[in-house]
């Protein structure tokens, strides 16, 4: 799904032990990989400066990326000195990655809110896709069980869908990506429209699903047309839930998402989809900037 990536890690998220999976990223479909630890200034004294030893200390702990790498793959390591929602911008233009490695913990909403978060930054700044993992789960995998998530990253995309604006706006970016066909894009994807209870009462439930289910047929033949294996599940109850279950239930690599308003996700305030799934899902989520 994309060629060149830049993966930033703090060394607690566990994103650094991708370090040693170089071959399997690389059979995943990445070119290019870009492993990045930003180093904060040094702030004992008056006057802030570059911590070097900080730096090195980083670059010591990233070598062992550039000891394996296939042929025709390209591995650099970035350690610069500031705070990540600063220089991972820099690092994401200088080096041209067309996606974001970033680790996130589940927190709920206070925690959100009274602590922040780099990647509820990134998703502000950034405009190319996140793919967020979870440091519970990825420092948790044996390395048989990682070597295989690196090389099925977007195997299998569950998408959403409900034909709302950031629904359409999640299937165009899906659409961009299959036009570049790229070798790792994904061979499958699911398509979940989740009806709600409440609302419009005065209109049956079945009417709702053969509504669903004829939107659904067009999205589908769309997705086909660019060469993906589709599936749709048509369910009933609370959104956030019932994709996690689907997730669960089709083996899904990783939940695709998007927001069209970035100023809703400064600090995930905003009740949207995308903000439940970014703050609540244990699986793999590939986040879609909105556009600016």
Known sequence: ??????????????LHRLINFVPSLAQGGLEKIIFAHSVPLWEEGKVPRVDEEGIEAAREKLAAATEQVPEGVQVEIAVPSGKPAETIPHL????????????TPTRNLMQETLFGSTTVGLTKSTTIPLMILRP????????????????????????????????????????????????????????????????????PLE??????????????????????????????????????????????????????NRSALVSFTSPSFANEVLRHSWFPVLFFSPKR
């Open 1 to 14: 799904m994309f060629k060149s990536c830049l993966i930033c890690t703090d060394f607690t998220d566990g």
């Open 92 to 103: 994401i233009e200088q080096h041209q990655a067309e996606v974001l490695f970033t680790g």
């Open 136 to 203: 519970q789960l990825i420092s948790t995998y044996t390395r048989e069980e990682l070597e295989l998530r690196c090389q099925h990253l977007w195997n299998y995309l569950l998408i959403p869908y409900n034909d709302g604006e950031a629904a359409r706006y999640l299937v165009e970016q899906i659409k961009e990506a299959a036009q570049n066909k790229h070798e790792n894009f994904p061979k499958r994807c699911m398509l979940v429209w989740v009806i709600t209870s409440g609302g419009r009462r005065e209109i």
């Open 207 to 260: 009417y709702k699903r053969q509504e669903a289910g004829e939107r659904l047929a067009t999205v589908k033949q769309e997705l086909e047309d660019c060469g993906l294996q589709v599936n749709v599940d048509i369910r009933t109850g609370n959104p956030l839930h019932e994709i996690l279950a689907a997730a669960l239930t089709f083996d899904i690599s990783a939940i695709a998402t998007a927001a069209v």
